[in-house]
């Protein structure tokens, strides 16, 4: 089977082992399965970040920011991300065709329920409400 990496780990200075390494010191625990139990993941899935069959994702990175305290930059720098930002693809969060329609049909109603309706003058006596006269 053909190893295959993440966009992530072809960064020459990215390095997930030393940011679960320096973890495991900070939490005094024995192996990875006791951090995969503090972090509240599979043991699969820190093996596989080590192997860089995995990035540590977002949600990890909040848990493990949640777990030790440490800052989301500092975890970050431990395993050797550098980047400023995140970007996402052109492709994502784009509404399909369908989806746009369907959003402008929403919208157009939505607008017309809120301007009120103008009401008939069919009777030119005035209003007196519920109050009897």
């Given amino acids: 089977m053909a190893q295959q990496h993440h966009a992530l780990s072809s960064q020459e200075s990215y390095n997930p082992n030393h940011l679960l390494d320096i973890l495991l010191g900070k939490m005094q625990l024995k192996n990875d399965a006791a951090l995969s139990r503090m972090l509240e993941v599979a043991p699969p899935v820190i093996s596989k970040i080590r192997h860089h069959r995995l990035p540590v994702g ?37 509404p399909k065709p369908e989806e746009k329609a369907a959003q402008a049909a929403a919208a157009a109603a939505a607008q017309q329920q809120a301007q009120p309706a103008q009401p008939s003058q069919q009777n030119n006596e005035p209003s007196s409400g519920n109050y009897a006269h």
């Fill in 58 to 94: 977002a949600s990890l990175l909040i848990r493990m920011h949640e777990v030790t305290g440490m800052s989301i930059r500092d975890l970050r720098d431990l395993m050797g991300d550098r980047r400023t930002k995140y970007r996402l693809s052109d492709a994502q969060g784009r």
